[in-house]
């Protein structure tokens, strides 16, 4: 079965600077999506970005960018010029492509952004 | 409608009663996915639908869950005699293709158990 780690439970930026947020994800399958999700305290849940595995480039979304090392099964999360409106939970999620819909989502990390 | 949604958004019951958690999905969207998140972990995965039919109910912890989606289009989600651990938060999402598809997840119903 399929699992998704994060192991930073919670995370501290500096508005306007960097943070990077770890997941680690244990497979036997070779193609599969990656997804960062955003909860802010309304608890919606946003997608952030994604990443297919068959793709080698990294995916990127305006401050935020993913480093995907697939044999490291490795798929961090870059946000750059931290904002404050980024303050809010966020879930790594696996999902395969060879079949079924389920998703499987890491724990959280919480992030906060200090002004 | 313009996004998912899911109704109540809160729910309080004693423990025992039956209850029932509706979600409409996008219009057009073929599939829907159930979701049960505890506070402070991430959502875990129920069971989807592709149209009217239930594709994967792995994740129904117990025969005390169900959930049909009999026109392919609004699906409930129903929990018989609830117990004080069923309290979360029961999340609804939709997609419009296959496994590559984005899911566009609803506001939640917050489910409390006494």
């Known amino acids: 079965a399929q699992t998704v780690t994060q192991s930073q439970p919670e995370m501290s930026v500096q508005e306007a600077e960097t943070v990077t947020l770890s997941c680690t994800y244990d497979?036997?399958?070779?193609?599969?999506?990656l997804f960062w999700y955003k909860q802010p305290p309304s608890r919606q849940m946003i997608l952030v970005i994604r990443?297919?595995?068959?793709?080698?480039q990294n995916a990127t979304e305006n401050r935020f960018s993913v480093n995907f090392q697939k044999a490291a099964k490795s798929f961090s999360l870059k946000i750059s010029d931290s904002q404050l409106g980024d303050a809010a939970m966020y879930f790594c999620?696996?999902?395969?492509?060879?079949?079924?819909?389920?998703?499987?989502f890491g724990a959280g990390t919480r992030l906060f952004v200090k002004a | 409608g313009a996004g998912v949604s899911q109704s109540p958004r809160y729910k309080v019951t004693k423990r025992g009663q039956d209850v029932a958690l509706r979600c409409d999905p996008i219009?057009?969207?073929?599939?829907l996915y159930w979701y049960r998140q505890a506070l402070g972990q991430g959502p875990e995965f129920l069971t989807y639908?592709?149209?009217?039919?239930?594709?994967?109910k792995s994740g129904l912890p117990n025969d005390r869950f169900s959930a049909e989606r009999p026109e392919g289009s609004i699906s409930t989600l129903t929990i018989q005699r609830t117990e004080q651990r069923d309290s979360a938060m029961y999340r609804c999402?939709?997609?419009?293709?296959?496994?590559?598809?984005?899911?566009?997840f609803g506001p939640g119903t917050r489910l409390t158990v006494t």
């Open positions: 999402a939709s997609s419009s293709t296959g496994t590559s598809g984005e899911q566009y």
């Open positions: 497979t036997s399958e070779s193609d599969y999506y």
């Open positions: 990443q297919e595995a068959y793709k080698q």
């Open positions: 999620a696996y999902r395969s492509a060879l079949g079924g819909f389920k998703t499987i």
């Open positions: 219009s057009g969207h073929v599939s």
């Open positions: 639908f592709n149209y009217e039919a239930q594709q994967d």
